[in-house]
């Protein structure tokens, strides 16, 4: 972290943050004490141009011609944009643009190019394939490894002409399959990449390059991982993958390819993640994915039928969407005419025959655009058809267990040979009250080498369970899991139901649907009733160290359809998106709504009322859109004897306890001491109680003001200590949704991030982003981070989507980043640090006196983004507005205010009290 000299004249020293940090740790007030786990990990609302995730492998440059499609392009990128198409993925290929040595022909791929781009679908170029010549010359592909100078020469020629159309480009397709690159080398590859990465940031250093799509599963990881030690680590901007279901489940003619069948969220999209954070949080695109509807191969069984194809890969998307993927490509958008195995399209040959899939798409698309993620919701928790299994919050504090020894009648665990594990209960990391913390270690690259975590005995259950799941919140390391479940016979059944994910993508979900086992092959059920249960870290594959802590939380059974549900939320109602795989029937959805709109998969309306808060929904394994306000998600009753209710009637009476915090910054201006912008605000607006784990009750008193909300966690502490009224981490819950209900706990808000001007007008003011836009570029869960820019002028803007680009004209204004702090990765504008060193009259014990105006350690918090420029309405005119999200408070400063109130707090008391409440008041 660095810091310079302030423009106070004062230096603020590491020493000095340093100690103010640590009073932070011991408030509870830092960035840390509010996101050590997200319940659910925030994610960007669904964008449109740019910031669309749905894209597609049109292929027009390189298939559409060739396939008998004739000069004019219009056709299937038409077809593309009228189906909601965002991206296409354009084969460029070397045999193509230099036909001949030196004859570079671009005009095909120009034509293919200005066609997506004329329509507003972005274009991600794909530079593939070395090339083979005859004696005349003539071009044809060759898959073996280029010679690197004429490859650059490619590259070069290739970038260079679509500079500022595509400023996206990936390097190869699928080197680690053979058919693709013919050594399948690591090593060789990580040379190509490369000099690729170099060549293309030699003609724009701000265009994005992507590796080659590697399938997650099977050996991707490990060849991924010697790619990157062969120095491939640096020489790519986007992390690309191809999240095939490969196989079907069982491996037979009649096992099922859906996702969820292939774990493709718990197993190859963890994997992923995994690898992303690894290298630093970075981007991940799937560049290719799909469901072909005959066998790719003789002898595989991964055909699917039209309906399933269109189902497949909605539901893909739905699940994808509520990961940390930033764009889907589906592959692809034709069935292609030279290869009757490639039936991935979703028009047929003549490119614009559609399959049930493109209606599907489209329907799609229309639903989920501008709806923010929420993640998965199970509608059967909390009815007579779930149990919870372990929860852990009864479990003895701090209770150890290590391997091989009892653990005092709870969970046992056990090592093997060539592995290590120690487990205790605790309250720091957990979905709700205590979780199980399992520290383990898998580092010998021997066969045998795994843990087991078992508990004493199963629950007696009053149904015959059909799935059992549990929560999990991961460390990266990528460590498979399995569940095994002795059935009634003492028969052991093994479901391998996934990957560890990364801590950014916070608690998720696993389950094991029981008629599915891995071992023994399925279809078939274990007997009831179950007799025990084993939760098993495997070390695979074998030439990986496995190492990590890991917590794990909620173990439930459901008798349920294999039901999946995700939520969004969008204009003010949420958007649940629901199915049930392979199967049919009847669920009950709560809801505060007195009806529902209901759509089918490909776009049908109807209308649903609600019967005692509930909307009963036929589900299948089409998904279902139903848009509705969901019920408010409660808090989990906290650790004390909190009962879940914070009513205000009975509350302790603290409004004067709020008081002198509010004079040591407000009363000089009311006084007229000072002109400045206001800390508080004239007026308060609510005063009630909120749910708090560590407060007497499980709850404490706030009070809303304008700039911020005061909070008193616990009135018997010293009211005299500074921290006895504390300021409320707002700007933080509004971009991410999560509301804070304890030190180490939050909870989803069901309307999910505020879709609320973050400055500015809260009336018309459309082009102003929201502080849900923000989360595309601020540090929530350690992502995001940017790199020291001291001394750099801005001239960053950002969009009300959250879109980010840089104006050279707004380097007028003479703002500069200044200091960098190394906690979260981000510069602070110097406007606002000299705002947040400013000296001036405070009040302090009824006397005023010269002292820190701001206090920002306090009031403002630590920086969670870097500041941006913005188009803001203010009192009903547009102006350039410079906007900076810090844990607290959001700053802006504008140029055209006067002196004294240039920087300013923005009001988000009250947007945070209306998003929460409905209302500031």
């Given at each position: 972290?660095?810091?310079?000299?302030?423009?106070?004249?004062?230096?603020?020293?590491?020493?000095?943050?340093?100690?103010?940090?640590?009073?932070?740790?011991?408030?509870?007030?830092?960035?840390?004490?509010?996101?050590?786990?997200?319940?659910?990990?925030?994610?960007?609302?669904?964008?449109?141009?740019?910031?669309?995730?749905?894209?597609?492998?049109?292929?027009?440059?390189?298939?559409?011609?060739?396939?008998?499609?004739?000069?004019?392009?219009?056709?299937?990128?038409?077809?593309?944009?009228?189906?909601?198409?965002?991206?296409?993925?354009?084969?460029?290929?070397?045999?193509?643009?230099?036909?001949?040595?030196?004859?570079?022909?671009?005009?095909?791929?120009?034509?293919?190019?200005?066609?997506?781009?004329?329509?507003?679908?972005?274009?991600?170029?794909?530079?593939?394939?070395?090339?083979?010549?005859?004696?005349?010359?003539?071009?044809?592909?060759?898959?073996?490894?280029?010679?690197?100078?004429?490859?650059?020469?490619?590259?070069?020629?290739?970038?260079?002409?679509?500079?500022?159309?595509?400023?996206?480009?990936?390097?190869?397709?699928?080197?680690?399959?053979?058919?693709?690159?013919?050594?399948?080398?690591?090593?060789q590859y990580a040379q190509l990449l490369a000099v690729s990465y170099d060549t293309i940031k030699s003609i724009d250093p701000n265009i994005k390059v992507l590796c080659a799509?590697?399938?997650?599963?099977?050996?991707?990881?490990?060849?991924?991982?010697?790619?990157?030690?062969?120095?491939?680590?640096?020489?790519?901007?986007?992390?690309?993958?191809?999240?095939?279901?490969?196989?079907?489940?069982?491996?037979?003619?009649?096992?099922?390819?859906?996702?969820?069948?292939?774990?493709?969220?718990?197993?190859?999209?963890?994997?992923?993640?995994?690898?992303?954070?690894?290298?630093?949080?970075?981007?991940?695109?799937?560049?290719?994915?799909?469901?072909?509807?005959?066998?790719?191969?003789?002898?595989?069984?991964?055909?699917?039928?039209?309906?399933?194809?269109?189902?497949?890969?909605?539901?893909?998307?739905?699940?994808?969407?509520?990961?940390?993927?930033?764009?889907?490509?589906?592959?692809?958008?034709?069935?292609?005419?030279?290869?009757?195995?490639?039936?991935?399209?979703?028009?047929?040959?003549?490119?614009?025959?559609?399959?049930?899939?493109?209606?599907?798409?489209?329907?799609?698309?229309?639903?989920?655009?501008?709806?923010?993620?929420?993640?998965?919701?199970?509608?059967?928790?909390?009815?007579?058809?779930?149990?919870?299994?372990?929860?852990?919050?009864?479990?003895?504090?701090?209770?150890?267990?290590?391997?091989?020894?009892?653990?005092?009648?709870?969970?046992?665990?056990?090592?093997?040979?060539?592995?290590?594990?120690?487990?205790?209960?605790?309250?720091?990391?957990?979905?709700?009250?205590?979780?199980?913390?399992?520290?383990?270690?898998?580092?010998?690259?021997?066969?045998?080498?795994?843990?087991?975590?078992?508990?004493?005995?199963?629950?007696?259950?009053?149904?015959?369970?059909?799935?059992?799941?549990?929560?999990?919140?991961?460390?990266?390391?990528?460590?498979?899991?399995?569940?095994?479940?002795?059935?009634?016979?003492?028969?052991?059944?093994?479901?391998?139901?996934?990957?560890?994910?990364?801590?950014?993508?916070?608690?998720?979900?696993?389950?094991?649907?029981?008629?599915?086992?891995?071992?023994?092959?399925?279809?078939?059920?274990?007997?009831?009733?179950?007799?025990?249960?084993?939760?098993?870290?495997?070390?695979?594959?074998?030439?990986?160290?496995?190492?990590?802590?890991?917590?794990?939380?909620?173990?439930?059974?459901?008798?349920?359809?294999?039901?999946?549900?995700?939520?969004?939320?969008?204009?003010?109602?949420?958007?649940?998106?629901?199915?049930?795989?392979?199967?049919?029937?009847?669920?009950?959805?709560?809801?505060?709504?007195?009806?529902?709109?209901?759509?089918?998969?490909?776009?049908?309306?109807?209308?649903?009322?609600?019967?005692?808060?509930?909307?009963?929904?036929?589900?299948?394994?089409?998904?279902?859109?139903?848009?509705?306000?969901?019920?408010?998600?409660?808090?989990?009753?906290?650790?004390?004897?909190?009962?879940?209710?914070?009513?205000?009637?009975?509350?302790?009476?603290?409004?004067?306890?709020?008081?002198?915090?509010?004079?040591?910054?407000?009363?000089?201006?009311?006084?007229?001491l000072t002109k400045r912008s206001w800390m508080w605000g004239p007026t308060n607006y609510r005063y009630v109680q909120e749910p708090y784990d560590e407060a007497p009750g499980?709850?404490?008193?706030?009070?809303?003001?304008?700039?911020?909300?005061?909070?008193?966690?616990?009135?018997?502490?010293?009211?005299?200590?500074?921290?006895?009224?504390?300021?409320?981490?707002?700007?933080?819950?509004?971009?991410?949704?999560?509301?804070?209900?304890?030190?180490?706990?939050?909870?989803?808000?069901?309307?999910?991030?505020?879709?609320?001007?973050?400055?500015?007008?809260?009336?018309?003011?459309?082009?102003?982003?929201?502080?849900?836009?923000?989360?595309?570029?601020?540090?929530?869960?350690?992502?995001?981070g940017q790199p020291d820019r001291t001394g750099q002028t801005v001239i960053d803007t950002i969009d009300r989507n959250g879109n980010t680009s840089t104006n050279g004209s707004?380097?007028?204004?003479?703002?500069?980043?200044?200091?960098?702090?190394?906690?979260?990765?981000?510069?602070?504008?110097?406007?606002?640090?000299?705002?947040?060193?400013?000296?001036?009259?405070?009040?302090?014990?009824?006397?005023?006196?010269?002292?820190?105006?701001?206090?920002?350690?306090?009031?403002?918090?630590?920086?969670?983004?870097?500041?941006?420029?913005?188009?803001?309405?203010?009192?009903?005119?547009?102006?350039?507005?410079?906007?900076?999200?810090?844990?607290?408070?959001?700053?802006?400063?504008?140029?055209?205010?006067?002196?004294?109130?240039?920087?300013?707090?923005?009001?988000?008391?009250?947007?945070?009290?209306?998003?929460?409440?409905?209302?500031?008041?």
């Open positions: 972290m660095t810091f310079s000299k302030s423009y106070t004249g004062q230096y603020f020293s590491q020493t000095k943050f340093n100690f103010w940090l640590a009073v932070l740790l011991v408030a509870g007030l830092t960035l840390a004490a509010f996101s050590a786990v997200p319940t659910q990990a925030a994610f960007p609302t669904v964008g449109t141009g740019f910031d669309s995730p749905f894209g597609m492998n049109v292929m027009g440059a390189s298939r559409y011609m060739a396939n008998g499609g004739g000069d004019d392009y219009s056709l299937p990128y038409q077809q593309a944009k009228d189906m909601g198409v965002g991206w296409t993925r354009e084969e460029i290929g070397w045999n193509r643009v230099e036909p001949k040595p030196g004859q570079w022909n671009f005009g095909f791929a120009d034509k293919a190019v200005n066609a997506a781009l004329s329509r507003n679908i972005q274009v991600l170029g794909l530079l593939e394939y070395n090339v083979s010549r005859d004696g005349a010359g003539n071009a044809s592909i060759s898959y073996s490894m280029p010679d690197l100078n004429a490859w650059a020469n490619y590259v070069r020629q290739t970038v260079s002409h679509f500079k500022g159309k595509v400023n996206y480009w990936q390097i190869w397709n699928e080197p680690q399959d053979p058919r693709y690159f013919a050594s399948a080398d690591p090593g799509g590697f399938v997650p599963v099977g050996n991707g990881l490990d060849w991924m991982d010697a790619m990157i030690a062969a120095g491939g680590r640096d020489k790519f901007d986007i992390l690309a993958i191809h999240p095939y279901v490969n196989d079907p489940t069982p491996n037979t003619p009649n096992g099922s390819m859906s996702p969820e069948r292939g774990y493709w969220l718990s197993a190859g999209m963890n994997l992923a993640q995994g690898l992303a954070a690894r290298l630093g949080n970075r981007p991940i695109w799937a560049t290719e994915f799909g469901f072909n509807l005959t066998d790719t191969d003789p002898g595989r069984y991964n055909q699917v039928t039209a309906d399933q194809q269109a189902n497949y890969i909605v539901r893909t998307y739905a699940m994808g969407l509520s990961t940390n993927v930033q764009k889907f490509f589906v592959y692809q958008f034709h069935d292609d005419t030279s290869n009757p195995r490639d039936q991935y399209g979703l028009v047929g040959t003549d490119w614009k025959s559609h399959k049930p899939s493109y209606n599907a798409y489209a329907s799609m698309v229309a639903r989920l655009t501008g709806a923010t993620p929420l993640g998965q919701v199970d509608p059967y928790e909390g009815t007579n058809s779930y149990a919870t299994l372990f929860n852990f919050d009864n479990a003895g504090a701090g209770t150890s267990c290590q391997a091989t020894q009892p653990n005092n009648g709870y969970w046992n665990c056990y090592a093997s040979s060539s592995a290590s594990v120690t487990m205790s209960y605790t309250s720091d990391q957990a979905r709700s009250g205590q979780a199980l913390k399992v520290d383990y270690n898998l580092t010998n690259t021997s066969r045998d080498r795994y843990v087991s975590l078992i508990p004493p005995s199963f629950p007696a259950l009053n149904f015959a369970p059909k799935k059992i799941g549990f929560w999990a919140m991961g460390d990266a390391t990528q460590t498979e899991m399995h569940l095994h479940v002795i059935d009634a016979n003492n028969v052991r059944y093994v479901y391998t139901i996934g990957r560890m994910g990364a801590p950014s993508q916070g608690w998720q979900r696993y389950e094991a649907q029981l008629s599915t086992p891995n071992v023994p092959a399925g279809p078939v059920s274990p007997a009831m009733p179950l007799k025990g249960m084993e939760l098993v870290l495997d070390g695979w594959p074998k030439s990986t160290t496995y190492s990590g802590t890991a917590y794990f939380d909620d173990f439930y059974a459901e008798d349920s359809l294999p039901l999946e549900m995700y939520r969004f939320a969008k204009n003010g109602q949420n958007v649940d998106v629901v199915w049930a795989d392979g199967a049919s029937g009847t669920v009950n959805i709560p809801t505060a709504s007195g009806s529902a709109k209901v759509y089918s998969r490909d776009g049908q309306q109807s209308t649903v009322n609600a019967q005692n808060g509930m909307l009963s929904i036929q589900v299948s394994d089409a998904p279902t859109y139903i848009e509705h306000q969901a019920p408010p998600k409660a808090a989990p009753p906290a650790p004390t004897n909190n009962n879940g209710s914070c009513a205000s009637s009975g509350a302790p009476n603290l409004r004067a306890s709020f008081q002198p915090t509010w004079d040591k910054f407000d009363s000089a201006i009311t006084s007229g499980g709850c404490r008193t706030v009070l809303y003001w304008d700039k911020s909300r005061m909070e008193i966690t616990n009135p018997n502490d010293n009211p005299t200590d500074k921290y006895y009224v504390t300021n409320g981490l707002l700007a933080r819950e509004l971009v991410s949704g999560q509301i804070q209900v304890g030190n180490n706990h939050v909870v989803p808000a069901s309307q999910g991030p505020a879709q609320i001007p973050a400055a500015g007008d809260s009336g018309n003011n459309p082009n102003t982003p929201t502080y849900a836009a923000f989360a595309r570029v601020t540090t929530l869960n350690n992502d995001n707004l380097a007028g204004y003479n703002v500069h980043l200044t200091n960098y702090v190394g906690t979260t990765q981000h510069n602070i504008a110097d406007v606002f640090w000299s705002f947040m060193n400013s000296q001036g009259p405070i009040k302090i014990n009824g006397s005023f006196i010269q002292g820190d105006a701001v206090d920002w350690i306090y009031s403002i918090g630590l920086p969670l983004s870097n500041p941006y420029w913005a188009r803001v309405t203010v009192g009903g005119v547009e102006k350039d507005v410079l906007i900076q999200v810090f844990e607290r408070r959001v700053l802006t400063y504008t140029p055209s205010n006067p002196d004294g109130f240039k920087v300013e707090m923005g009001n988000i008391g009250a947007h945070y009290a209306t998003w929460r409440y409905g209302s500031a008041n």
